[in-house]
């Protein structure tokens, strides 16, 4: 069983800067993929970005390439999203999720242990 747990979300204006961390207990995660999703408020989950067990590759949806940065710490059992030039349409909650295998995939089925969830709200 994996425990992860999501920090550093807040409010901030157009065009800040805010780095997520979420944190993995349990087992180690060096050998699963990681990603980011967020929900807006009416709105089904996204995918944000995904990253394979060693980072090597990461893949980032459309609306987020350029701004947004995902990077792990295996030493640590974390990982961040840097994100960067942000948007009001950036806001929601945002979530973190690992699977048990190494390749990153962009489709919340495919993940098997979910965080609670961070909030990121951006004002124009």
């Known amino acids: 069983q994996v425990q992860l747990v999501e920090s550093g979300g807040g409010l901030v204006q157009t065009g800040g800067s805010l780095r997520l961390s979420c944190a993995a207990s349990g087992r180690t995660i060096n050998s699963y993929a990681m990603a980011w999703f967020r929900q807006a408020p009416g709105k089904e989950r996204e995918f944000v970005a995904a990253?394979?067990?060693?980072?090597?590759?990461?893949y980032y949806a459309d609306s987020v390439k350029g701004r947004f940065t995902m990077s792990r710490d295996n030493a640590k059992n974390t990982v961040y999203l840097q994100m960067n030039s942000l948007k009001p349409e950036d806001t929601a909650v945002y979530y973190c999720?690992?699977?048990?295998?190494?390749?990153?995939?962009?489709?919340?089925?495919?993940?098997?242990?979910w965080g609670q969830g961070t909030q990121v709200t951006v004002s124009s």
């Open positions: 999720a690992t699977r048990r295998a190494t390749a990153p995939l962009q489709t919340e089925s495919d993940y098997n242990y």
């Open positions: 990253t394979s067990w060693n980072g090597r590759s990461t």
